[in-house]
């Protein structure tokens, strides 16, 4: 069925555009979560402003616009503060001109596991009494490059002052772009094969490192990393996330409680494991 329609000032109410956040209950809200986004952009080194004049000419100019997300926990409430609302900017009109970008279909993908191979990690973490953890990384895309350029227009309401007609040149991927994910995967796969990983279960999303009988098991989601394994506490662990960390970002989210949209309620010392949609 269509989702719920919300009112302007309902707690839950998602806007579609930068205009819609202008204009709802929340905007102060959804506002500071532009700005985190922005100092984001700024802190990666994404955007670079150039003047019209230094572009490509045969390279189009296309659009941007915030896309907005309310983010709730496993019992459907809004998280506080930033973490519960997020705006992500976003390329607009690009894959409308993929063909002219000259862009292969098979190009246009993100990395994402089967739940077959979530569930064999599963299966072991509960047979031998792992820890099953849960990372995410940082603005995964942005970690990646583009592998052509791409200008785009200045971010609605963040115009520099005196230079709104200048334009950006993209120096990282952005989300919007049809390769960001194809662009991402390759990050992560290189990384992971520069440590010694190798890939598992008959798929390229779930992976093995191993050494002297202890091993670690990574299964990725995009920017989800569940990792489980004999050693955690071990040198081959922390060398394997610190070895993450020098290529992106991977944020620690404690044993996990949700997968792939399900709910995780996993008790080790029991040996017993429960999944289950939210309500």
């Known amino acids: 069925g269509k989702p719920p329609q919300y009112s302007l000032d309902d707690p839950l109410f998602v806007p579609r555009s930068s205009t819609e956040a202008r204009r709802c209950g929340h905007s102060s809200e959804w506002r500071a979560s532009e700005c985190k986004e922005i100092d984001t952009l700024h802190e990666a080194n994404v955007l670079k402003l150039i003047h019209p004049k230094d572009a490509d000419p045969n390279i189009q100019i296309v659009g941007c616009d915030f896309r907005y997300r309310i983010k709730t926990d496993a019992d459907g409430k809004i998280l506080p503060g930033l ?27 993100a990395s ?10 599963m299966a072991l973490a ?14 995964a895309f942005l970690n990646a490059k583009p592998r052509r ?17 200048w334009i950006i040149e993209l120096q990282k991927c952005l989300y919007g772009d049809p390769e960001a994910g194809s662009c991402w995967q390759q990050l992560v796969v290189e990384t992971l094969i520069a440590y010694g990983a190798r890939t598992g279960y008959a798929e ?6 191993s050494k002297n009988k202890q091993h670690v098991e990574v299964v990725i989601w995009v920017d989800d990393f569940f990792v489980s394994g004999n050693c955690k506490g071990s040198l081959l662990y922390s060398n394997f996330i610190n070895h993450c960390n ?9 044993p996990a409680t949700h997968a792939l949209g399900l709910k995780v309620q996993y008790n080790k010392e029991a040996g017993t494991l429960k999944l289950s949609s939210p309500a």
């Not at 001109?97 to 292969?104: F, G, L, V």
């Not at 200008?151 to 709104?164: I, L, T």
């Open 83 to 109: 973490t519960g609302r997020r705006a992500r900017l976003v390329l607009l009109g690009h894959l409308v001109n993929r063909s002219k970008a000259n862009i292969r279909s098979e190009d246009c993908y």
């Open 126 to 139: 509960c047979q031998f009494g792992w820890d099953f953890d849960h990372y995410d990384v940082s603005a």
């Open 149 to 165: 350029k791409i200008y785009m227009r200045q971010p609605p309401g963040f115009e520099v002052k005196g230079k709104e007609d």
């Open 246 to 254: 020098k290529f992106f970002k991977l944020n620690y989210l404690g």
């Open 204 to 209: 390229d999303n779930a992976w093995i490192i």
């Open 112 to 121: 994402v596991a089967t739940y077959a191979s979530l569930r064999v990690i």
